[in-house]
């Protein structure tokens, strides 16, 4: 009874990082999520692009924390935080906590547009990534039935906005589905004939990454059929067009389907904290905080991942990258265990172990910070780092199986339209109103 409750509002990678790190004793630990599950989010558009399946990259928090009896989990949205009375209020009610870890990651970010976001879906949640697949499919079965040129040409328009490493790797996901694997599987339509529009504003792709991998990445996108546009602005999103901006003239490009992959911000909870500590955000919602990962003023508030604003050193910040939202966890917890014995704890120094997108098959590109590499050498590691990096040994195993399937046999998994109410409600909405017996064929 006289251990301190920790509650931590998120289980992405920093959150169940924290988790995990604090099971087996010396607090009592509340884990908070509005999803009973885990998403390995870097392999979110592997699933939107059918060549994963939800539960690859899925596992449920009880599965993962099964044998750490102190800490339980909660499936519930945290809406709102009292930090003087240290109670947070949840879809079910209030809970008491001593420390609160917020590792609510970040949300979308349409730039003030949000009318876009019916058009343009994002890619943070699994149910983005079904509906991005549910949206890839549809428009390539709607083609298959369409008649009209113009509109089957539509219809077989793809645009990605964001060459980001999430809209490089979309893109080259896209184009090889297209281009590749799904050629013969149709007969009114040959999917290779389909265009994908990958979107930038900056001059370059990938900005973050040096100068010799983003010309080798976007040389590897055209290679596979990809329209990288760079220098362009996206002015107006449609549910079949976008307007762009490009060395000063507007440019219309028809599509029915449209993918978001530019810009993020804060969580909803990270902007409730913030106001409710009179913490000032930056322009993205991220919350500054002190060396410890502690917010300035509430010493048991820790915000970690891609919400935090963290310095590594004099002029550098932690990137929003799954290994920083990791180690952060980790530290987290490793001071509160040292704190409870009466031990001090070093700052928190982020180890920088370097970016990668993958491209296409056959092809990445890396900068592991000491050497940079590119093409089927650096595919092959993103692969071997990204299945060493999913939770459990049983998904290490069937994301390596399904990728040698695919990698040898070329051939997608998971090309299941669901979610088409919409489609159902139509049909049923243009049948007769009554229908007799004698009317239903029998058997």
């Given at each position: 009874?006289?251990?301190?409750?920790?509650?931590?509002?998120?289980?992405g990678?920093?959150?169940?990082?924290?988790?995990?790190?604090?099971?087996?004793?010396?607090y009592?630990?509340?884990?908070?999520d509005?999803?009973?599950?885990?998403?390995?989010?870097?392999?979110?558009?592997q699933?939107?692009?059918?060549?994963?399946?939800?539960?690859d990259?899925a596992?449920?928090y009880?599965?993962v924390?099964?044998?750490q009896?102190n800490?339980?989990?909660?499936m519930?949205?945290?809406?709102?935080?009292?930090?003087?009375?240290?109670?947070?209020?949840?879809?079910?009610g209030?809970?008491?906590?001593?420390?609160?870890?917020?590792?609510?990651?970040?949300?979308?970010?349409?730039?003030?547009?949000?009318?876009?976001?019916?058009?343009?879906?994002?890619?943070k949640?699994?149910?983005?990534?079904?509906?991005?697949?549910?949206?890839?499919?549809?428009?390539?079965?709607?083609?298959e039935?369409?008649?009209?040129?113009s509109?089957?040409?539509?219809?077989m328009n793809?645009?990605v906005?964001?060459?980001?490493?999430t809209?490089?790797?979309?893109a080259?996901?896209l184009?090889?589905?297209?281009?590749?694997?799904?050629?013969?599987?149709?007969r009114?339509?040959?999917?290779?004939?389909?265009?994908?529009?990958?979107?930038?504003g900056?001059?370059?792709?990938?900005p973050?990454?040096?100068?010799?991998?983003?010309?080798?990445?976007h040389?590897?996108?055209?290679?596979?059929?990809?329209?990288?546009m760079?220098?362009?602005s996206?002015?107006a999103?449609?549910?079949?067009?976008?307007?762009?901006r490009?060395?000063?003239s507007?440019?219309?490009?028809?599509?029915?389907?449209?993918?978001?992959?530019?810009?993020?911000?804060?969580?909803?909870?990270?902007?409730?904290?913030?106001q409710?500590?009179?913490?000032?955000?930056?322009?993205s919602?991220?919350?500054?905080?002190?060396?410890?990962l502690?917010?300035?003023?509430?010493?048991?508030?820790?915000?970690?991942?891609?919400?935090?604003?963290?310095?590594?050193g004099?002029?550098k910040?932690?990137?929003?990258?799954?290994?920083a939202?990791?180690q952060?966890?980790?530290?987290?917890a490793?001071l509160?265990?040292?704190?409870?014995?009466?031990?001090?704890?070093?700052?928190?120094?982020?180890?920088?172990?370097?970016c990668?997108?993958?491209?296409?098959?056959?092809?990445?590109?890396?900068?592991?910070?000491?050497?940079?590499v590119t093409?089927?050498?650096a595919?092959?590691?993103?692969?071997?780092?990204?299945?060493r990096?999913?939770i459990?040994?049983e998904?290490?195993?069937?994301?390596f199986?399904?990728?040698?399937?695919?990698?040898?046999?070329?051939?997608?998994?998971d090309?299941?339209?669901?979610?088409?109410?919409?489609?159902?409600?139509?049909?049923?909405?243009?049948?007769?109103?009554?229908?007799?017996?004698?009317q239903?064929?029998?058997?």
């Amino acid at each position: 009874m006289d251990r301190p409750h920790v509650a931590i509002v998120g289980g992405g990678f920093g959150g169940l990082s924290a988790a995990r790190e604090l099971g087996g004793g010396g607090y009592d630990v509340t884990l908070l999520d509005q999803r009973n599950f885990h998403t390995f989010q870097p392999l979110l558009y592997q699933v939107a692009a059918g060549m994963l399946t939800t539960g690859d990259i899925a596992t449920p928090y009880r599965l993962v924390l099964r044998g750490q009896d102190n800490v339980r989990v909660l499936m519930a949205g945290v809406r709102d935080i009292d930090p003087h009375r240290r109670t947070i209020t949840h879809d079910r009610g209030e809970l008491t906590y001593d420390i609160l870890i917020a590792a609510t990651g970040v949300q979308h970010s349409y730039f003030g547009m949000e009318q876009w976001s019916k058009h343009a879906p994002g890619l943070k949640t699994l149910e983005h990534a079904l509906e991005m697949r549910r949206r890839i499919f549809r428009a390539l079965e709607l083609a298959e039935l369409e008649t009209d040129a113009s509109r089957r040409r539509t219809l077989m328009n793809f645009i990605v906005v964001g060459a980001g490493p999430t809209g490089v790797e979309l893109a080259g996901a896209l184009a090889e589905l297209t281009m590749r694997h799904m050629s013969g599987d149709y007969r009114s339509i040959d999917p290779r004939l389909s265009r994908i529009y990958l979107i930038e504003g900056a001059p370059q792709i990938l900005p973050n990454m040096p100068e010799p991998l983003r010309k080798s990445a976007h040389a590897s996108l055209e290679e596979l059929g990809v329209i990288v546009m760079t220098d362009t602005s996206v002015t107006a999103i449609e549910a079949d067009y976008v307007f762009c901006r490009r060395d000063g003239s507007s440019e219309r490009i028809d599509a029915s389907t449209i993918l978001w992959a530019a810009g993020v911000q804060a969580s909803g909870f990270g902007t409730v904290l913030a106001q409710r500590t009179g913490t000032v955000t930056d322009r993205s919602g991220r919350l500054p905080v002190n060396a410890d990962l502690s917010l300035a003023g509430f010493p048991e508030i820790f915000v970690i991942g891609d919400l935090a604003q963290c310095k590594n050193g004099v002029d550098k910040t932690v990137p929003g990258l799954a290994p920083a939202a990791i180690q952060m966890g980790r530290y987290v917890a490793h001071l509160l265990h040292r704190r409870r014995r009466g031990k001090p704890i070093a700052a928190f120094r982020y180890r920088d172990q370097g970016c990668m997108a993958v491209v296409g098959r056959n092809h990445a590109v890396g900068d592991l910070r000491i050497f940079q590499v590119t093409g089927i050498v650096a595919w092959w590691l993103w692969a071997l780092v990204h299945i060493r990096s999913l939770i459990q040994p049983e998904k290490q195993m069937r994301v390596f199986v399904q990728w040698a399937w695919r990698y040898f046999s070329r051939q997608t998994g998971d090309r299941l339209i669901t979610g088409e109410r919409e489609m159902t409600t139509a049909a049923m909405s243009s049948a007769p109103a009554e229908t007799s017996a004698k009317q239903i064929p029998q058997a």
